[in-house]
C-alpha cells in the first residue's frame, strides 16, 4: 500500500500548456510538500502546506500554484508551460514534530 | 538560516570496506539532522535521524550516522559497503529554535561501490 503516491509518473507536453501533478497520502500526516529536482539532482523546496499555512518559495514562478482539496491530497498546477519546467517533481509529506518526510515516486515532466 | 554542505559530490569505495558520506550543516539553535537515499528514477528514502540523545544514530540497511556539535557535522557511514549501496544521499537540516519546519537539504553525494 503506497504511502505517497503521485501520477502521473511522466508527461510530456508542449510549451504553452497548462498541466497538473496529483498527490496523495495515506500516512494521515499533517503536513506535505512539493520539491523540484533538476537535472543535477539539486532539491529546491516550492511548497509547504500543513493545514492552516501554505508556504511558497518566493522564488517559484506564480505560474506554479498548490491546490489542497483536502489535508491528504495536496496537488500542483503549472500554467503557461516553459522549457525550464522540465524536471522531476516530488510530493513528499510528514509530520511537523516529527520532521523526517516521506516521498512520492516524482513525476517527471519535459515539455517541449 | 539554515544550510547544510556536502563537500563531495561523488565518493568511491570498495565493496567491503567501511564507507563515509561527509555533512556539515549551519543553524542558530538546535539541529534536526536527516539522511535520505535515492535510488535512480525512485524517490529518496528517508534512512536516519539525529533529534536529540546518544550522538551515534543507527538508522536503516545498517547505515548509522554521528552528530558532532562542536564540528557541526552529521556524517553517515557504514563498516562494510554493498555494491546495492551505491546511490544519491541527501543529508538534510531543520533549525528548530523559531523559523520554518522545512528541511533544507544538501546538494546531495553520489556513493558508488566498486565490486
Known amino acids: 500500500d503506497t504511502a505517497v503516491s503521485q501520477t502521473p509518473k511522466y508527461l510530456v507536453t508542449q510549451m504553452g500548456n497548462d498541466k497538473s501533478i496529483k498527490c496523495e497520502q495515506n500516512l494521515g500526516h499533517d503536513t506535505m510538500y512539493w520539491y523540484k529536482q533538476d537535472s543535477k539532482k539539486f532539491l529546491k523546496i516550492m511548497f509547504s502546506?500543513?493545514?492552516?499555512?501554505?508556504?511558497i518559495n518566493e522564488t517559484v514562478p506564480n505560474r506554479f500554484s498548490p491546490k489542497s482539496p483536502d489535508k491528504a491530497h495536496l496537488n500542483l498546477h503549472i500554467n503557461s508551460l516553459e522549457l525550464g519546467d522540465s524536471a522531476v517533481y516530488f510530493c513528499?509529506?510528514?509530520?511537523?514534530?516529527?520532521?523526517?518526510?516521506?516521498f512520492g515516486e516524482g513525476s517527471r515532466l519535459t515539455v517541449l | 538560516a539554515q544550510s547544510v554542505a556536502q563537500p563531495e559530490d561523488q565518493v568511491n569505495v570498495a565493496e567491503g570496506n567501511p564507507l563515509t558520506v561527509k555533512c556539515t550543516y549551519s543553524v542558530s539553535g538546535n539541529p534536526y539532522l536527516f539522511w535520505y537515499v535515492q535510488y535512480p528514477n525512485r524517490g529518496l528514502q528517508f534512512l536516519l535521524k539525529y533529534i536529540t540523545g546518544d550522538n551515534l544514530v543507527k538508522g536503516s540497511y545498517g547505515f548509522e550516522a554521528e552528530f558532532n556539535k562542536s564540528q557541526t557535522s552529521f556524517h553517515l557511514k557504514k563498516p562494510s559497503a554493498l555494491v546495492s549501496d551505491s546511490a544519491l544521499y541527501f543529508c538534510?537540516?531543520?533549525?528548530?529554535?523559531?523559523?520554518?519546519?522545512?528541511?533544507?537539504f544538501g546538494r546531495g553525494t553520489s556513493l558508488i561501490v566498486h565490486p
Open positions: 538534510a537540516v531543520r533549525d528548530t529554535t523559531g523559523g520554518s519546519y522545512i528541511p533544507t
Open positions: 502546506y500543513n493545514n492552516k499555512e501554505l508556504i
Open positions: 513528499a509529506s510528514s509530520q511537523v514534530n516529527t520532521g523526517e518526510l516521506f
